[in-house]
């Protein structure tokens, strides 16, 4: 693992990614649930439940709308190292990530993964890699969701030829929205304790990087414990706002982003304020302990709960 970043654009934006497939079940969809803290705190909570449990003779467990974000890691197996784009993945640090979701996801599914690296920029000391991913039902031919992921890695920057820092973006600048909070108080607010092992419970949906699990590892990051993956963090957020504006139902939620800000440490407490904006929601989330804000998105909504108004 590790070694010296090579960033060569061209070469990196020509290799194409080959399409993968995985095929998933009611039990990773139960795993990445409780892996995100639903019923952590309370273990028959009637709005989580269905996540995790056949409540009421349900047919299917319910899917939560950032699973979504765990296709990423298998639309890529090896990783997103390719030839132009060598880097030491201990410097790796994630920073955002976009979803957008087209129906409500199966509780079981072979999917077809289309992979593309959607942007590179070169800041100076360190590098901005986008990954896209769009995820298709390998069964119907339906394209299920997109993912957006955006990677900072430390060190890797300075590759590029002209004085002009190097910068490439494959999408629609209108699908960048940047957030701003605003100055009234939150429409609502949520307060959730992760649990010490939920790193190690979380991993188990499918990101094995040491950085969240191995003590040394953590150190030469320069974190004093492993950190709680940000895609963790996420899922606490959204959980929030499928909670409190949602009212528990997931199917409403349209799109995703977020924007990580901070680590967060297994066993801290993080409180996520909500802002109803029309169809959008802005939230912030922070960790109760250090009063540091840790992640800051919006959540679009197809329609608004006749309860949360």
């Known amino acids: 693992m590790g ?20 095929t998933y079940t009611e039990r990773d969809v139960a795993l990445y649930a409780l892996g995100i803290g639903a019923c952590g705190n309370d273990a028959v909570d009637p709005d989580e439940l269905k996540f995790v449990f056949h409540r009421d003779g349900q047919q299917h467990l319910q899917v939560f709308p950032t699973f979504a974000a765990t296709f990423c890691y298998s639309s890529v197996p090896h990783g997103i190292k390719c030839p132009g784009l060598e880097f ?24 077809r993964h289309e992979v593309t690296l959607a942007g590179l920029h070169d800041k100076g000391k360190a590098a901005i890699v986008e990954v896209e991913t769009k995820s298709f039902d390998q069964a119907s031919g339906e394209l299920l969701c997109m993912n957006r992921s955006t990677t900072f890695l430390r060190g890797a920057g300075g590759f590029s030829k002209t004085s002009k820092p190097y910068s490439y973006a494959n999408y629609p600048a209108n699908q960048v929205s940047n957030v701003t909070i605003p100055r009234e108080p939150p429409f609502s607010t949520f307060e959730d304790r992760t649990q010490p092992s939920q790193a190690l419970l979380y991993r188990l949906s499918g990101d094995y990087n040491p950085l969240h699990s191995d003590p040394m590892i953590a150190k030469v990051a320069g974190f004093s414990l492993p950190i709680l ?12 706002v499928v909670k409190r504006i949602c009212k528990g139902d997931p199917d409403i939620v349209k799109c995703i982003s977020g924007r990580f800000l901070l680590h967060v440490y297994p066993g801290e407490t ?4 909500m802002w109803l904006q029309g169809l959008r929601v802005i939230y912030q989330t922070k960790v109760k302990e250090r009063n540091r804000a840790v992640l800051l998105g919006y959540v679009d909504l197809h329609r608004l709960s006749s309860s949360s108004l």
């Not at 994630?94 to 999917?111: T, V």
């Not at 899922?235 to 929030?240: E, L, Q, S, V």
């Open 270 to 273: 993080l409180i996520t304020e």
């Open 229 to 240: 993956h940000g895609l963790c963090t996420l899922g606490h957020a959204i959980r929030a």
């Open 3 to 22: 070694g010296s970043s090579v960033i060569d654009p061209q070469l990196a934006l020509s290799h194409k990614y080959p399409e993968s497939t995985w």
């Open 88 to 111: 030491d993945e201990r410097l790796l640090l994630h920073g955002q990530q976009y979803i957008e979701l087209y129906k409500p996801l199966p509780a079981s599914a072979s999917i």
